[in-house]
């Protein structure tokens, strides 16, 4: 805002994720075929149910990187 000038409310969008969310639950007891913990220990790299997943060990959430469901 230059001297003078009067305040002006602005529009702000902020966009956090997709609109459509194609987040799903599945169970993963028991069906470790192998896991794996780099040196870093921040992520935990796992083979279940035919596909690769990893996790984050200091956030929520799980990525698949492959299936073969």
Known sequence: ???GQEP???VVD???QQISNSE???SIIGGV???EIPSEGKEITFITRGGLLVTSVEESFT???TSTI
Request: no cysteine; hydrophobic share 45%; aromatic share 12%.
């Open 1 to 3: 805002m230059k001297e």
């Open 8 to 10: 002006k409310k602005l």
């Open 14 to 16: 902020i966009t956090t």
């Open 24 to 26: 799903k639950f599945i």
């Open 33 to 35: 075929k192998k896991i």
């Open 63 to 65: 990525i698949r990187f």
